[in-house]
């Protein structure tokens, strides 16, 4: 039976139903020029989210024409599909996105097959790729090599990235970036005669700005370094600064950001080539933050596997107060937590499980304006019995009996998202300095602010829900109360009727679901009046139901709110 199977024909249509994503995704992406040219901020934002639903709905598009071109007895044998695996990889061999199709034959073979088929002999579990890709015949990045005259260099490179719309200001952009050069790095860098400044070919586009990214480098020593650009409507491009600094570059990258556009032709290479400019980085991460975020998913998934069998790490419960809706587990080694939805949530929730999974997807369509965790959705993770502490997995078949079993040897995790770890802020503050309490909450109020600027509640703002970065950035994480900032209804309370209102348990006044007033925001954030009052201090307007009202109106104008992913000069804030 095996030589009259159609393994080579499954294959190629698999692969064709690949391309025909790809080049979707390549349309939609190789347009972030024209639309930063044209400053089209909300179809900006639309695309990014177009370009993520593409990846599920061509799976579902392949899946329907399999099943419509072989019947399942033939389809669904499973011990056949070794062989279509093996004529898969005689097609892709010669492919340069070579490593993101196996994670779509992946995800082809998981939508055909329950989750007790998969192995290695039937699917990708490990690759088959090469770690760098050979005879790359376009040259990745351009090089330029000052020779001790690091302004003619950088005009260079503004000249070479030059767009259809004209620079606002060239002069003055050059002048501030050549302070900046100087500022940044040691003064022998610039005079040393064997520096070099090497850029990515194409420009990498996000939200309303664009970026040039590479490194410079001498014979002994490097620093990332990204350019971005902006589009002053009316006024042209504009070169907003330089950052050369690791910890920036690596934000600008980060788990909490929407996904870039940019031209890419080898995926592995340029992957390679930001894992050169940020070594700290998983390529897991890299690939997600241009688009990739299937294979970025895949790569986690092979970190995770090979932690698993090179370490004595055990899975715990995550730090932190118990969540009402969701618990959290963690590995100690691994920087990243497990959350799955309890099976009763507390009577407090007035959520159910479906709601619960929608929010957490829809936070993968939104502008995370890098305040919200990016999350992989998982089905059917299973792991050892011996990999989980005792009290631990206790704990999960108690609150979660219909997503968490035990079948021998082996825990079965039915659903469950993965997110980055990062510190509960309540335990920071618990901890910190006063320096440090008063820097944490000014940037938890910079949170809020910025996810309301990207149309986005938080609903539940307690400060266990947000989590502290090793950068030291506040990211909220807890997403099963958000909704969008425009479907709220913000409202001042009432003035009491009587005296006897005040002293009511009940308030005086009605409450729709979607109704909230700031003003009781003090006491339910903080019970500490200390971190109330230097909240308060630093973000007060949070507690007035016209600010909030404010950005409701600029948001439904159209307006798309500048949100920088880096920090800028003073004299540059306008």
């Not at 009781?520 to 909030?548: I, T």
């Not at 109106?553 to 949100?563: E, F, N, S, T």
């Amino acid at each position: 039976m095996s030589q009259q199977w159609p393994a080579s024909a499954i294959a190629t249509l698999i692969l064709d139903g690949f391309d025909d994503y790809r080049e979707q995704f390549r349309q939609i992406t190789n347009g972030g020029r024209e639309r930063f040219e044209q400053a089209q901020w909300q179809e900006i934002q639309q695309a990014a989210a177009a370009r993520i639903a593409l990846y599920e709905d061509f799976v579902s598009e392949v899946s329907q024409r399999l099943h419509k071109a072989y019947p399942a007895e033939v389809l669904l044998d499973v011990a056949q599909w070794p062989l279509v695996k093996s004529a898969y990889i005689s097609l892709i061999d010669v492919r340069c996105d070579d490593e993101l199709a196996e994670t779509w034959f992946n995800s082809i073979f998981c939508g055909l097959f329950s989750h007790d088929q998969i192995n290695d002999g039937c699917m990708f579990i490990h690759t088959t790729r090469p770690a760098l890709r050979a005879n790359v015949p376009t040259p990745l990045t351009r090089i330029y090599r000052p020779q001790g005259n690091i302004e003619q260099a950088l005009r260079q490179i503004v000249e070479d990235y030059r767009f259809e719309v004209a620079y606002d200001n060239v002069e003055r952009d050059l002048a501030r970036l050549i302070k900046q050069v100087h500022e940044n790095l040691p003064d022998w860098v610039c005079k040393d005669p064997e520096l070099r400044i090497e850029l990515f070919s194409s420009r990498l586009y996000r939200n309303k700005g664009a970026y040039l990214v590479g490194r410079i480098n001498t014979r002994d020593e490097q620093w990332p370094l990204v350019i971005p650009l902006l589009h002053r409507e009316g006024q042209g491009i504009q070169i907003d600064t330089l950052i050369t600094d690791e910890a920036e570059v690596s934000i600008i990258f980060s788990f909490t950001r929407s996904y870039f556009m940019v031209r890419v032709d080898y995926p592995a290479e340029f992957v390679g080539f930001l894992k050169r400019i940020l070594p700290g980085k998983h390529i897991a991460e890299l690939y997600t933050s241009i688009g990739f975020y299937k294979h970025g998913k895949s790569e986690f998934y092979r970190a995770l596997i090979n932690h698993l069998a090179s370490t004595d790490d055990k899975f715990i419960m995550a730090p932190g107060v118990r969540g009402m809706v969701m618990s959290v587990f963690t590995l100690t080694g691994f920087n990243t937590v497990f959350k799955i939805i309890k099976d009763r949530f507390a009577p407090s929730k007035n959520v159910d499980r479906n709601t619960v999974i929608e929010k957490y997807r829809l936070v993968k369509r939104v502008d995370r304006v890098g305040r919200m965790a990016d999350t992989q959705e998982f089905a059917d993770f299973r792991f050892p019995k011996a990999k989980f502490e005792a009290d631990c997995l206790a704990e999960l078949l108690e609150v979660a009996p219909s997503t968490v079993e035990v079948d021998g040897d082996t825990v079965l995790i039915r659903h469950c998202w993965t997110e980055r770890r990062m510190t509960p802020l309540n335990m920071y503050v618990e901890n910190a300095s006063e320096a440090q309490v008063r820097e944490a909450l000014d940037d938890y109020g910079l949170a809020i602010k910025q996810l309301a600027a990207a149309n986005i509640f938080p609903g539940d703002m307690l400060l266990k829900n947000f989590g502290v970065t090793r950068h030291g950035r506040v990211v909220f994480y807890d997403y099963d109360e958000i909704c969008f900032l425009t479907e709220a209804n913000f409202r001042h309370i009432p003035p009491p009727r009587y005296p006897e209102d005040e002293m009511a348990s009940e308030p005086w006044y009605s409450v729709a679901p979607l109704d909230v007033f700031p003003e009781e925001f003090p006491p339910f954030l903080f019970a500490d009046m200390k971190l109330r009052r230097l909240f308060s201090q630093l973000h007060g307007e949070l507690y007035d139901a016209d600010y909030w009202k404010s950005l409701q109106d600029a948001i439904r104008a159209g307006k798309v709110i500048d949100v920088f992913p880096y920090r800028r000069k003073a004299e540059q804030i306008e």
